[in-house]
Nanobody, 124 residues
Framework: VQLQASGGGLVQAGGSLSLSCAASGRTFSNYYMGWFRQAPGKEREFVAAIKWSTGSHYYGESVKGRFAISRDSAKNTVSLQMNGLKPEDTAVYYC??????????????????WGHGTLVTVSS
């Protein structure tokens, strides 16, 4: 399984960025796909997750109403649209995959597959 995240960069506060995660190596119909982030000196934080089969989505409290997760089954990609970015959103963002039934959605430890992170920097 390979997860390749892209789309990070530098943006001013209030701006938008879209992250993409290209997934390959298996079918993910029985998986949750998640986005987590980790800022320097802080623990890895749950951002959003989507159940591949149904599209049901979940968000961390700090991003609700600003971020939106989606998946494209034809392209095997998961996207994270980030609007209204704040300096506190600055972090390395990781995409992850975990089997349905084995995943506690907000717990990064229950996701078995991870991509390399992509850095998002929000300037004030």
């Amino acid at each position: 399984v390979q997860l390749q995240a892209s789309g990070g960069g530098l943006v001013q506060a209030g701006g938008s960025l879209s992250l993409s995660c290209a997934a390959s190596g298996r079918t993910f119909s029985n998986y949750y796909m998640g986005w987590f982030r980790q800022a320097p000196g802080k623990e890895r934080e749950f951002v959003a997750a989507i159940k591949w089969s149904t599209g049901s989505h979940y968000y961390g409290e700090s991003v609700k109403g600003r971020f939106a997760i989606s998946r494209d089954s034809a392209k095997n990609t998961v996207s994270l649209q980030m609007n209204g970015l704040k300096p506190e959103d600055t972090a390395v963002y990781y995409c992850a995959a975990g089997r349905s039934g084995a995943v506690m959605i907000t717990a990064w430890t229950s996701y078995g597959y991870w991509g390399h992170g992509t850095l998002v920097t929000v300037s004030s």
